[in-house]
């Protein structure tokens, strides 16, 4: 279909775009073993020892904690709300619905600080002290409809002619849902919860209105580098996670890609 | 595997037969369970503390203790749209110029890539692909927003390159230029999604049909890729502008002393003028920029490519 | 379906493991004895050399918050009702607000012997002491200097005027700081008597507005605006910047780094800081608060948060350790005799209508805020 001048133009470009893409981060990365506390280029001698410092430090493996039960909370929120908007906006249709769908995208359309300072103030107002429960709610507002986009995205390509087929064959709303409508789903959801929990994980404005003197990883690396006298030890943790993070990603890309159990082409 | 009718007992199975059947015969009880908690969560939640903090708005703060004052006025709206001092206008325009710019320029960045993904990859590089797009994602934002403070700095390794190659210092850092640079770079991989995921849609016989009638390369381009494209363009622009928008982690860490932006302006009246009220009128603008610009963004359909 | 019942199993695994890492950490938090400190501090306050061994002996652990600057500190502690931090090193401009704002809690002097080895101004000073009641316990205080690097620049003078002149056009760095604005009324105050300013945290609106043209001028002379130490120390590291205000931490710092740079208070004098440790008004845990006020405040601590940061100890005891740890920084610090230096330096405070000569039409600090959002966006 495309000549062959363009596609070796659009590989070429694919290839600057993904350079573009990873040379910072490679560059982070080879920061973290720079021997210096300078961050200058190129670095002045190679070392691991920031990693024992990185890994010595409380403040840090307790941050790591933290955002990882954030994580995991918002997800399962989101998750279980995701699916349920997913099943309602998809199957019905009805007067509003186009309301509701505007409605749930505002989490994440409108600026993470006007999401933030509102949460602040709604806690501040209803005397809710700022704890990993603030953070979760927080981050399950706007994971939610990073779920909906993968399960809808996945409803859109099933008939629902399946269910009507398994109600034909007898089977009741949740053998249906168990052996029809899960199967099909399950993936998406991991996908959509994968993705979730790393939006929950790196996510830094909206938390730091609603984590008060918690700290997430974020907020960690964002303090400090505003101090800028622990910068190897960010690098290190940058590294680490991007180590940590590749394989959920991977396997989000495969269950994404995946139809579930019922083909449908 | 055989639907397993006697895992559960009769009574059991009786009870959601009748359960099943009653839903069944009732859709909007249904939808109005599966929507139910979803709704109440983001209503009572989400949108009355977004509106307990647009009506801040109208009060002022006190200076001395931060405490707000809750008498009705107008004053920090009337700062804000003086005309007298147009200082907020000017840091309203200025973010909305970057947000465009950097939705352009994403747009222009994103779509050959996400072609090339979507129409000519093979499937493993496709998931290969994917995954590169994907992981910068997970990487911690201000780490990336930071790698560039890095590399744009004076000793840093764009000019290391640059006097490697005998050419002068690009003094880059910390100019509007390099915030263009950082933004473009951060949201890209929210555009080429929704653009990979457009392109991927378009049924190959549409181009078939399109070569068929005549088109050549561009004209099959311009009249069948990129109105259908379109959407998934929208539906990235909406993360562009919108993350552009409010963002103020990027004008601390890398603007200069012209990174005056909504979002700094914004964050500095909450989280150090304690001038909630003052940050919560200013926040308007940007919320209303936004919905407007979802409206259009629902016009053109961006919402069925998200 | 083979398949599915994989997935399944391997997805509960997923689960497990991640509720196990929740588990974990869980069971293991309850082994610590001691409360947990919560501390906003500015940069460099709570550094491991005298946070460790506090830990180490008082079993109390400390968590510590980075501020910027004293808005940010009031706001930190505003958070959550005011009940999100135990303790915070607030300057004279923040303190008082947070007293009058209800958010901290008058301490008990009696409780903290070394509070006597203070030197006088320091032991009940207005800045955190309200009805005879102290709402906190003095720290260190010190001045905002000038630093420069001297293989970028060789001959800086000695006046304020080098931050003000386009000569260094794109290499100043700044404090992103609204007090900043007093600075630059000291530099009027001293250079331009016609404009009659006696105080310059008490401004009138004709001072005020020639006082902000001044830092619109400026501005354009600014490469980055810093927002803490780390920042600042960064730029000037790197070579964007080559001079600005600056406070001696960072200039420490970068010297430990070697990177030729000088520091000096110019002839118009100094803008400075008076720092307390206050107590919020919400906080459980005073048991570890008076720990660390004893610790914190006795001349061993003192000398060396002094001599580490580079500012002057309240306790007048802590000259011969100084010396021991900097030979001659009780010297270069004012250490023994500080009222003559301390009297020389203009203290941050928060600026409020009444200008203290009868009159009420003096700018405060919201509209110092506000303009500090105007000169940056000029």
């Not at chain 1, 470009?13 to 961050?39: D, G, R």
């Not at chain 1, 399962?76 to 019905?92: H, I, K, S």
Request: proline share 5%.
């Amino acid at each position: 279909m495309e000549t062959r001048r363009l596609r070796i133009g659009l590989v070429a470009w694919t290839v600057f775009i993904v350079a573009f893409l990873w040379v910072p981060l490679l560059v982070i990365c080879t920061y973290a073993f720079n021997k210096s506390n300078i961050q200058d280029w190129p670095p002045a001698g190679l070392s691991t020892k920031w990693f024992g410092t990185a890994w010595d430090n409380p403040d840090v493996r307790d941050a790591f904690v933290l955002s990882v039960k954030a994580g995991v909370g918002a997800t399962a929120f989101a998750v279980v709300f995701g699916t349920l908007l997913a099943f309602g906006l998809q199957r019905f249709h009805f007067f509003g619905r186009d309301v509701i769908s505007f409605l749930f995208i505002l989490p994440i359309a409108l600026p993470g600080i006007v999401t933030g300072m509102a949460l602040n103030r709604f806690y501040d107002v209803a005397g809710v002290g700022l704890s990993v429960w603030t953070i979760v709610i927080g981050h399950a507002t706007f994971c939610m409809v990073i779920v909906f986009n993968n399960v809808v995205a996945r409803l859109r390509r099933t008939s629902p002619s399946l269910i009507e087929a398994s109600q034909d064959l007898g089977a009741d709303g949740w053998q249906t849902f168990r052996f029809v409508t899960w199967p099909t789903i399950a993936t998406s959801l991991v996908a959509g919860g994968l993705l979730a929990f790393a939006l929950s994980f790196d996510e830094v404005i909206v938390t730091y209105f609603t984590a008060g003197s918690n700290n997430t990883l974020p907020l960690i690396i964002f303090g400090y580098i505003r101090e800028g006298l622990r910068l190897p030890v960010v690098n290190v943790i940058v590294l680490a996670v991007l180590l940590l993070t590749v394989v959920p990603v991977v396997v989000s890309v495969r269950l994404a890609r995946d139809t579930g159990v019922l083909r449908q082409r | 595997m055989a639907v397993d009718a006697s895992s559960a007992g009769p009574a059991l199975r009786g009870a959601r037969r009748n359960l099943s059947a009653f839903f069944w015969r009732r859709p909007w009880l249904k939808v109005t369970a599966l929507l139910g908690p979803p709704l109440a969560w983001l209503v009572l939640i989400y949108l009355a503390a977004l509106v307990a903090l647009l009506i801040s708005g109208f009060w002022t703060s006190d200076f001395f203790t931060g405490k707000i004052v809750h008498d009705w006025t107008l004053e920090n709206f009337k700062q804000i749209f003086s005309l007298s001092d147009t200082t907020y206008l000017r840091i309203a325009w200025t973010t909305i110029w970057m947000a465009a710019a950097v939705t352009v320029t994403d747009a222009i960045l994103a779509f050959p890539i996400a072609y090339y993904m979507a129409r000519i990859a093979r499937p493993r590089t496709r998931a290969l692909l994917f995954v590169l797009v994907l992981l910068p994602l997970w990487s911690s934002y201000i780490v990336r927003v930071y790698a560039w403070r890095v590399i744009l700095q004076e000793n840093g390794i764009l000019n290391w390159a640059l006097h490697g190659v005998g050419l002068p210092d690009a003094n880059l850092a910390f100019t509007n230029t390099s915030m263009w640079i950082v933004f473009s770079y951060v949201w890209l991989p929210f555009m080429i999604l929704p653009v990979f995921a457009a392109l991927e849609r378009i049924p190959d016989n549409y181009l078939e049909a399109s070569a068929d009638l005549g088109a050549r390369g561009f004209r099959t381009f311009r009249s069948v890729i990129l109105p259908l494209a379109l959407p998934g363009l929208v539906a990235g622009s909406i993360f562009t502008f919108s993350l552009t928008l409010g963002d103020y982690l990027t004008p601390v860490l890398i603007g200069g002393a012209n990174a005056q932006f909504i979002g700094n302006v914004v964050f500095n009246n909450v989280g150090v003028a304690n001038n909630v009220p003052f940050a919560a009128a200013y926040a308007v603008l940007p919320v209303l920029v936004i919905a407007l610009y979802l409206a259009i963004a629902r016009k053109l359909g961006a919402f069925e490519a998200l | 379906m083979k398949r599915v019942k994989r997935r399944y199993v391997g997805f509960a695994v997923a689960v497990a493991a991640l509720l196990a890492a929740f588990a974990v950490p869980a069971l293991s938090v309850g082994a610590s004895q001691g409360g947990t400190l919560k501390m906003i501090a500015w940069d460099g306050y709570l550094d491991a050399k005298w946070v460790t061994p506090f830990e180490k002996q008082s079993g109390c652990k400390i968590q510590g918050k980075v501020a910027g600057s004293s808005s940010e500190m009031v706001s930190l502690m505003r958070q959550g009702g005011g009940s999100q931090y135990d303790m915070v090193s607030a300057s004279g401009d923040a303190s008082l607000r947070l007293i009058y704002g209800g958010y901290v809690q008058p301490v008990d002097v009696s409780k903290i012997p070394e509070w006597k080895q203070f030197h006088g101004p320091f032991k009940s000073p207005p800045n955190n002491t309200v009805d005879g009641k102290h709402y906190g316990v003095s720290l260190q205080f010190g001045p905002n200097t000038l630093l420069y690097r001297t293989d970028k620049i060789k001959n800086i003078g000695n006046s304020w005027s080098a931050i003000y002149n386009p000569k260094y056009r794109g290499k100043l760095t700044v404090p992103d700081n609204a007090i900043q604005i007093a600075d630059a009324a000291l530099y009027l105050m001293k250079t331009k008597p016609s404009l009659g300013i006696k105080d310059p945290y008490e401004l009138n609106k004709s001072q005020f507005d020639a006082t902000v043209s001044l830092l619109k001028q400026q501005k354009k002379l600014v490469k980055k605006y810093w927002t803490g130490s780390g920042d600042n120390a960064q730029l000037i590291k790197s070579g964007d910047a080559w001079l600005g205000p600056t406070w001696p931490l960072t200039t420490g710092s970068l010297l430990a780094a070697k990177v030729p740079v000088k520091e000096f208070i110019p002839k118009e004098g100094a803008t400075g800081w008076l720092d307390t440790w206050m107590l919020s008004a919400k906080s459980k845990n005073t048991d570890c608060a008076y720990k660390w006020y004893r610790y914190i405040s006795g001349p061993k601590v003192q000398a060396l948060q002094g001599v580490t940061w580079g500012e002057t100890p309240v306790n007048s005891k802590a000259c011969p350790y100084m010396n021991k740890l900097s030979k001659g920084s009780c010297k270069i610090y004012h250490a023994a005799e500080p009222l003559a230096y301390y009297r020389s330096l203009y203290f941050w405070k928060t600026p409020v209508p009444d200008c203290g000569n009868g009159k009420k039409d003096c700018m405060d600090f919201s509209k110092w805020e506000n303009a500090w959002t105007e000169i940056k966006a000029s």
